[in-house]
């Protein structure tokens, strides 16, 4: 079964920030119908396969989201991703409500929960 080439594959890791603040946006830009949705979860049998396959897309090590906006091409980064979209609708993620609640209310708080968690570390 093929999928539909004129929809971008969205590759989404479960409980990822990133991955939840990109699908954020393409729900409040409605366009979420533009995008095949492949939620990507640790621990599932081909999580290495498929980070090993973006990694090898990508030329570096996969992040999440990554999504094949066009056929062999892939992008990454929430804020270079939403950046992509919005610029080819015309659209200004900052004044968009929900983006900018997560955004600057959310996902500083993970940030801080993260980091307390792990004494400062990276992950």
Same mark, same amino acid.
């Given at each position: 079964? %093929?999928?539909?080439? %004129?929809?971008?594959?969205?590759?989404? *890791?479960? =409980?990822?920030?990133? %991955?939840?603040?990109?699908?954020?946006?393409?729900?409040?830009?409605? &366009? &979420?119908?533009?995008?095949? @949705?492949?939620?990507?979860?640790?621990?599932?049998?081909?999580?290495?396969?498929?980070?090993?396959?973006?990694?090898?897309?990508?030329? #570096?090590?996969?992040?999440?989201?990554?999504?094949?906006?066009?056929?062999? &091409?892939?992008?990454?980064?929430?804020?270079?991703? @939403?950046?992509?979209?919005?610029?080819?609708? =015309? &659209?200004?993620?900052?004044?968009?409500?929900? /983006? %900018? /609640?997560? #955004?600057?209310? @959310? /996902?500083?708080?993970?940030?801080? /929960?993260? *980091?307390?968690?792990?004494? =400062?570390? *990276?992950?």
């Amino acid at each position: 079964m %093929s999928r539909d080439s %004129s929809k971008a594959k969205a590759y989404i *890791k479960e =409980g990822c920030p990133f %991955s939840f603040k990109f699908l954020a946006f393409m729900a409040e830009a409605k &366009l &979420l119908d533009d995008v095949e @949705i492949v939620r990507v979860r640790e621990g599932d049998a081909d999580y290495e396969a498929t980070k090993r396959k973006l990694g090898e897309q990508l030329g #570096k090590p996969a992040s999440f989201p990554t999504v094949e906006v066009e056929p062999n &091409l892939y992008m990454t980064d929430s804020d270079r991703l @939403i950046e992509h979209y919005a610029q080819q609708k =015309g &659209l200004r993620p900052d004044e968009m409500p929900v /983006l %900018s /609640l997560y #955004k600057q209310g @959310i /996902l500083p708080k993970l940030f801080e /929960l993260h *980091k307390q968690k792990t004494g =400062g570390a *990276k992950s």
